[in-house]
């Protein structure tokens, strides 16, 4: 398992989902433009501002995991399970690579 790789991705795509939250934040709270003098359009807009404040609030949970990852990575137990010790397999940390659990685990909690 190549580690220094993984960390790469892992920082790539926290800065990916940070420009997203904050965008999406932006959107919502409308600092970049007015709201719509007419009140259905602002209706649709407050729906279109929840769906937003949603994507902003799933990009923040994946950072958080992403940063829990890298912090795994540096006390050198990234790749093994947080519940019971076993190694998580490669094809699952290739899918969600910032996974704290193995399969089994995983499919416990579920």
Do not use: W
């Not at 580690?3 to 790469?8: G, K, T, V």
């Not at 009140?39 to 949970?61: C, G």
């Not at 094809?91 to 685990?105: E, H, K, N, T």
């Amino acid at each position: 398992m190549n580690l220094s790789h993984i960390r790469q991705q892992l920082q790539d795509r926290k800065t990916l989902l940070e420009a997203r939250a904050d965008k999406t934040e932006r959107d919502a709270s409308h600092r970049d433009e007015a709201v719509s003098a007419d009140f259905a359009e602002q209706a649709t807009e407050r729906e279109n501002d929840d769906v937003l404040r949603t994507i902003a609030l799933e990009s923040k949970h994946e950072i958080d995991q992403i940063n829990l990852a890298l912090a795994r990575i540096e006390a050198g137990t990234y790749g093994a399970c947080s519940e019971c010790g076993a190694a998580i397999g490669e094809q699952r940390l290739a899918a969600v690579p910032y996974s704290s659990l193995c399969l089994s685990c995983a499919a416990a909690q579920e």
